[in-house]
């Protein structure tokens, strides 16, 4: 299921506002949206490459460079290798990251640790998770 949320700079950044004319092709911002995943993922290109059924190292930087589109099948495939991103933000169909910037902290911290900083932490997570978040306040009052 798809919990949309707000465009996370710190994670996934395109240069300039989705805006399909002369200046930049469409493949090109493809492009630079895959590579700005790949990035904030810290994957080099054969390490993206090796996470794929089918996709060769050259592929995807042709891809990067705006020289190659990719399909829906090779969006669907690199969304799967890039968790957390979809084949619909990595085609420029959606502005939205399917995740929030404290999601993503919260999963890279999950990914940088050992198994037990990882047992602590769905400890934690399965805890929290029995109490339902409060709605945001919109009074604008002092709490």
Request: hydrophobic share 35%.
């Amino acid at each position: 299921m798809f919990v949309e949320a707000n465009f996370v700079p710190g994670v996934y950044h395109v240069a300039s506002p989705l805006n399909y004319s002369d200046r930049m092709t469409i493949s090109k911002q493809i492009g630079q949206r895959l590579r700005a995943a790949r990035l904030a993922h810290k994957y080099s290109l054969s390490e993206l490459a090796s996470r794929t059924r089918t996709l060769s190292k050259s592929r995807i930087s042709n891809y990067e460079q705006g020289i190659r589109r990719m399909g829906i099948e090779e969006a669907q495939e690199l969304a799967e290798a890039l968790d957390g991103v979809t084949p619909a933000y990595l085609l420029c169909l959606d502005d939205a990251s399917p995740l929030s910037e404290d999601e993503w902290r919260l999963i890279q911290r999950y990914r940088r640790t050992d198994a037990r900083g990882r047992d602590v932490i769905l400890q934690v997570a399965d805890i929290q998770g029995n109490y339902p978040a409060e709605p945001a306040s919109g009074s604008g009052k002092d709490e």
